[in-house]
């Protein structure tokens, strides 16, 4: 079974402390590619966390059968019979969004971190804690494409929420929020582009450094105040 | 009073570059007369910018601002990506081309002497792959504009957008040389028509051209100088004309002839200003023939073959990145031992 305190740890580690994002820099490629508006990169971030939660959970009830000298091959093997199921989910029920992920949908097979929350925690813990470990892992990459993919949205089209509708249904298409008013036609290309994505990256990974710094800093101030000259 | 040894002394960084900065005094007065006080708007804002940003930045990083400021790299930086982008751009156009080359590209990489990319070139980049409708938007030289426009009218267009009979852009703009060959090529227009309009020059564009001698001039200053030498320019010159002779040869009917492409567009200041920069050029002889080279031969083929008005920036950039290979590869002998180290 899982204690309260074990299941905070996980939570923490999972979504601030070990952050898939931005600490541990896995799953790069959905994360630049899928951010250009927050409904993209929030809706990726579910799928792949729903996706780990099933296979922390598959990968860790499983752990004992596997031979050891195989454990990767099966690993994958499972993570990619959940992703089709996932995707043949998608396709049928939210056709629209799928469409617009497109290879991505597949490709969380591949995402790394996918498999290396699989080899590093579900390997040795629990069904109850792998299968958290898997979700708290999969919103803290979530919370990182929803920062990532609002800031690209509002930077390079002025707008937020952009195509909610493909998530929630036509109704949902007002929704969308002008934050600079569409009469002035703004975009800043940069920002959609790849470059945009990098950069914003580098900025969020940066930022988080900087707030554990700022977290840390009254008992280390000794040793942070003479690190520059 | 100097001690031993007595070697020639480095040229003090402040004095290196206030020399390249007015280097490009010649070229930047002709622009003035040709497409009028647009330009020196440009380079005011983008100064006051580059300052602004260099200040903060230096602030942020716990430097010593006053020393800093005071070097002129970034002026140098303003300059020269004032100098590339239309006399009558929109006002923050400059402005966040500016911050992006002195914010993100000196100082996120570790400020001055630590940039692996030209500041100048990638905020030029940044603006042309991200506003291509107002950085392809040239203004007419004066010479040739339909409009009378004067200082007013054209402070008066890059504050507001538009001119004071409430007449848009439009009524002056005009495509640049380079930007006419390619649209007159794709409606099937005669290379010899396109080249015959008042546009063309005997060099390059009819106003382009004197700017580029402006540059030229400038940058044969700075060799005498010996603030830059020879091989990066005239290597990289060298290569821009051999590859358009090349393609020149092979089909005249298509391809400008070779001096055209050394005075139109940005091939003067990129020559002696932008592949000569320090930091981002190789150190070793070869290494600067090598980058030189290549950058010619790339300036020429995304310029002709490509979307974009300009392939200097964009072959620089993609160049800037091999750099480090180069210097590294290219490493000559110690003196008084054969190559691979051996007495």
Redesign the interface.
């Known amino acids: 079974m899982i204690t309260a305190e074990e299941s905070r740890k996980i939570t923490l580690n999972g979504v601030w402390k070990q952050n898939p994002g931005v600490v541990q820099i896995l799953g790069m490629c959905p994360t630049l590619a899928m951010t250009s508006t927050v409904v993209n990169g929030v809706s990726l971030g579910v799928a792949t966390a729903l996706v780990m939660l099933v296979s922390g959970m598959a990968v860790a009830s499983l752990r004992q059968y596997v031979p050891n000298e195989l454990r990767n091959p099966v690993y994958i093997l499972i993570i990619a019979a959940l992703v089709t199921v996932l995707d043949l989910l998608m396709n049928a029920y939210l056709r629209d969004l799928y469409l617009v992920l497109g290879i991505f949908i597949p490709l969380i097979t591949t995402n790394c971190i996918v498999l290396a929350r699989a080899e590093a925690f579900a390997s040795k813990n629990g069904v109850l804690q792998s299968g958290l470990d898997g979700l708290m892992m999969g919103i803290g990459a979530t919370v990182v494409l929803a920062v990532l993919g609002a800031a690209r949205e509002v930077l390079g089209k002025g707008t937020l929420f952009a195509g909610l509708d493909l998530v929630l249904g036509p109704q949902a298409a007002h929704w969308i929020l002008h934050i600079v008013p569409p009469e002035y036609n703004y975009?800043?290309?940069?920002a959609i582009?790849p470059?945009g994505a990098f950069?914003g990256f580098?900025f969020l990974v940066a930022g988080k450094a900087w707030l554990d710094k700022r977290a840390s800093a009254p008992e280390a101030s000794c040793a942070t105040g003479h690190a520059?000259g | 009073m100097m001690t031993s040894p007595f070697v020639a002394q480095p040229m003090p960084l402040n004095r290196l570059m206030y020399r390249v900065i007015g280097a490009l005094l010649p070229g930047m007065a002709v622009a003035t007369w040709a497409f009028g006080i647009g330009v020196l708007v440009q380079v005011a804002l983008a100064v006051a910018v580059a300052l602004a940003t260099e200040a903060w930045c230096l602030n942020l990083r716990r430097y010593p601002v006053r020393p800093y400021l005071a070097d002129g790299s970034a002026v140098l930086t303003a300059c020269l990506l004032a100098l590339s982008i239309p006399p009558l751009a929109p006002w923050w156009l400059v402005v966040l081309g500016t911050f992006i080359a002195v914010g993100f590209v000196k100082h996120l990489f570790g400020g001055l002497g630590q940039n692996p990319f030209n500041p100048a070139m990638i905020g030029f980049a940044a603006l042309i792959v991200s506003f291509p409708a107002q950085m392809s938007r040239w203004a007419a030289p004066l010479a040739l504009a339909p409009a009378d426009l004067d200082a007013v009218a054209q402070i008066g267009l890059i504050f507001t957008g538009h001119l004071s009979s409430g007449a848009g852009f439009d009524a002056v703009a005009s495509a640049t040389p380079l930007d006419a060959i390619r649209t007159g090529l794709l409606q099937r227009i005669p290379l010899a028509d396109i080249l015959g309009t008042p546009k063309f020059g005997a060099l390059g564009g009819a106003a382009q051209q004197w700017i580029a001698l402006g540059y030229l001039l400038g940058g044969l200053f700075l060799w005498q100088q010996r603030v830059i030498q020879w091989r990066l320019p005239v290597v990289f010159l060298g290569s821009v004309f051999l590859t358009a002779t090349l393609f020149y040869w092979a089909n005249p009917a298509h391809y400008a002839s070779p001096l055209l492409h050394l005075f139109a567009g940005g091939t003067m200041l990129g020559a002696f200003f932008i592949v000569t920069d320090p930091v981002t050029s190789p150190t070793t002889p070869l290494g600067q023939i090598i980058f030189a080279g290549l950058a010619g031969v790339l300036a020429y083929l995304i310029r002709v073959l490509g979307n974009f008005p300009d392939g200097v920036a964009f072959s620089v950039i993609i160049m800037n990145i091999v750099v480090p290979f180069l210097d590294q590869y290219t490493q000559p002998a110690v003196f008084g031992r054969k190559k691979g180290g051996r007495a």
């Not at chain 1, 975009?187 to 940069?190: N, P």
């Open positions: 975009q800043f290309l940069l582009l470059p950069i580098g520059k």
